[in-house]
Nanobody, 113 residues
């Protein structure tokens, strides 16, 4: 079965950067779309970035021009590069694989002074 594992979260100051990783087993990421979502208490889970199999990308308005989704096919890994982080970016970030609706466990990102 497909398993997803996120890593790279942590505590960062406003304006700082983090790179999140999502490693997959049981599938090949490049063949299907993959997305990053984020979740905060009391809010709906939000689609942050989407990477299609043809390499095209889509971003939420709140993160466009600051976040970049990419993949390394050799490592079967999808990344989310997060720059110019803001307090409102604080959330649990989750990797999503729509084929079969698989989710990772999530990694915590906290932006604070």
């Amino acid at each position: 079965q497909v398993q997803l594992k996120e890593s790279g979260g942590g505590l960062v100051q406003p304006g700082g950067s983090l790179r999140l990783s999502c490693v997959a087993s049981g599938t090949i990421f490049s063949r299907y779309p993959t997305g990053w979502y984020r979740q905060t208490p009391g809010k709906q889970r939000e689609l942050v970035a989407l990477l299609s199999s043809d390499g095209s990308t889509k971003y939420a308005d709140s993160v466009k021009d600051r976040f970049t989704i990419s993949r390394d096919n050799a490592k079967n890994t999808v990344y989310l590069q997060m720059n110019s982080l803001k307090l409102e970016d604080t959330a649990v970030y989750l990797c999503h694989y729509p084929r079969g609706n698989y989710w990772g466990q999530g990694t915590q990102v906290t932006v604070s002074s």
